[in-house]
Structure formats: C-alpha cells, structure tokens
C-alpha cells in the first residue's frame, strides 16, 4: 500500500520544549491530517490540511501542507505532559486516509 | 452515543475460528470505515461504507474478511477461518459525509487476539 514516511520515530523531550515532526510520500494527497493516538484510544484529529502551503493554527499546534503536496509537518510548542502520545500523518486520496508509521512523543517534567 | 462505540473491546479466539466485530457510529453519520492496526503501525484501510452499500472494499486482504451495514448505521466486520496474522487492533470511524473532509471520528477499536 501507499508508504508515508515519518520522522522522527521517536522523541523524547523536556517539559516546555518545542517539538518538531515531519511526514513524506512519494505521491500527491489532496488532504493532509494529523492525529494523536494515546495508548488503548482510537486516534482524535488535531489538525487538517486542504490546500498545498496552508499553514494551520491549533492552539499549540501548528501544520504545514507542503507546497509539493507530498509532505506536511507539525509543530508543537512548549511542551506538556499531556502531549505524550503517538502522532500520526495521514494523507487523503479518494475515500481512503493512508497513514504514517508514527512518531512517539515522550515528554519529560 | 456521542462516539463511535466498538464492541468487543478485546477478542481472543483460537485459529481457524470466526469472529465478528461491532461498529456503532456517530448518529447520523452516513460514511463508515474500518481500519486495521497491528502493533507499532499506523492504520490501514480496510473498508469504506456510504449508506448501506461497500463504496470501497479494496483494502480487505483476503476474502476471509467481510463487513455489512445492512441499515446503513452499524456495521459488522466479520473474520473467518482466523489466522495468527490477523492479530491486531480493528479500528472503526465515521464521518457526516463520503468525503470526509473534516476528518475521521474513531472508536476506541476491538483488539482481537488470535492464538
């Protein structure tokens, strides 16, 4: 199926730290999505994307629909606990989201 | 409800077993998915449901896999003749529309267990 890479795999952070991740596709996505998946939970959507080079705001959360339309990342700043979790990237084509492999966050007090 | 509610929450069965795994959508959402995480990955489609019908099947691995919607609210994603493969998290979602511009609301999911 379609590969979406993301990185880092992995990250662990101090409590206040900006945190930065990316995702790449070797194809074009009309829609990027971001989701944040804690342990034994579906995954809850932080932040979508429709057009190549939107830059979107979430609270603390800020993403990029990159301008080949075949990357996007996500910006969180200052860190808290409650960030710790599983983000994923997806990108959409027809009916079907394809997702990253993930980036786990462990955030530090 | 006010979620996409999965039923059961873990499932183990034995090989070569059948198993049937329970969606109910957000009300009044007409599109309905199934996905399928196995451990450390990120999900996979499986199936997509717009009303009663299967608008795209193409990510069911095999024709050991089915899913139904017969009223166009919950769905069934049906496994037989299990295999250890099938392991995994069986994620459910649902959104207002096909298009599902505002993104995918899941469920908790079903962690089925085939030993």
């Known amino acids: 199926g379609q590969q979406l890479n993301q990185s880092p795999q992995s990250m662990f952070i101090q409590e206040g730290e900006d945190v930065s991740m990316n995702c790449t596709s070797s194809s074009i996505f009309n829609t990027w999505l971001w989701y944040k998946q804690d342990p034994g939970e579906g995954p809850v959507l932080l932040i979508a994307l429709y057009k190549a080079g939107e830059l979107t705001s979430n609270g603390r959360l800020t993403a990029q629909f990159g301008i080949t339309r075949k990357d996007s990342f996500l910006n969180i700043s200052a860190s808290i606990p409650s960030d710790v979790g599983i983000y994923f990237c997806a990108g959409q084509r027809g009916n079907q989201f394809y997702f990253g492999t993930g980036t786990s966050l462990t955030v530090i007090p | 409800g006010a979620g996409v509610s999965q039923t059961p929450s873990n499932k183990v069965t034995e090989k070569g077993k059948y198993v049937e795994l329970r969606c109910d959508p957000i009300s009044g959402h007409t599109a309905l998915y199934w996905y399928r995480q196995s451990l450390g990955q990120g999900p996979e489609f499986l199936i997509y449901?717009?009303?009663?019908?299967?608008?795209?099947d193409s990510g069911l691995p095999n024709d050991r896999f089915f899913a139904v919607r017969p009223e166009g609210s919950v769905s069934t994603l049906k496994i037989q003749r299990t295999e250890r493969g099938d392991s995994a998290v069986y994620l459910c979602a649902s959104s207002l529309s096909g298009t599902g511009n505002y993104g995918y609301t899941f469920g908790s999911g079903t962690r089925l267990t085939v030993v």
């Open positions: 449901f717009q009303g009663t019908g299967a608008a795209d």
